[in-house]
């Protein structure tokens, strides 16, 4: 390993991962890849606090989405705090945790739905992403060392 300051720290095939599934991006920012992990965490935070906005937070519910819920979960550091405190349960079972009582739909859930799913999604292929980007150094090296003198 090189003493070069400019050389970022090496990929670690678990911490990295588990940072980017927790924060979207993180992983990146922490192996020294500051430009994609910067535009990961816009992209994939926007489309997931969008979609909250959209679905007026009823987007991570498991009660109302039970499989829509499995694909936001790629965004773990987002949904698991949210789904512990689902704003629709109160919907459908009375006495859960629930902080707001909808009298309708949103008129945008299903947009908001599908826009935490696909930040979910996305997120998860940043993580295969990143391993690929550890088990195949060679290939990728060059390409990263390009990136990083161009931002």
Request: charge should be neutral.
């Amino acid at each position: 390993m090189s003493n070069d300051p400019r050389t970022p720290p090496p990929i670690r095939p678990l911490l990295d991962p588990v940072l980017t599934w927790l924060v979207p991006g993180a992983g990146y920012l922490r192996a020294g890849l500051r430009r994609e992990g910067l535009i990961l965490l816009i992209v994939i935070g926007g489309l997931f606090i969008g979609g909250l906005v959209l679905s007026d937070m009823e987007a991570v519910s498991r009660t109302l989405h039970p499989y829509a819920f499995w694909a936001q979960v790629g965004v773990g550091g987002f949904t698991l705090p949210l789904a512990k405190i689902d704003f629709a349960s109160e919907q459908i079972l009375p006495g859960s945790v629930s902080i707001k009582k909808y009298q309708s739909v949103p008129p945008l859930n299903d947009t908001g739905v599908v826009f935490c799913c696909i930040a979910g999604l996305l997120n998860l292929l940043t993580i295969l992403d990143l391993t690929d980007r550890r088990l195949n150094r060679q290939r990728w090296g060059s390409a990263d060392s390009a990136g990083e003198g161009s931002s």
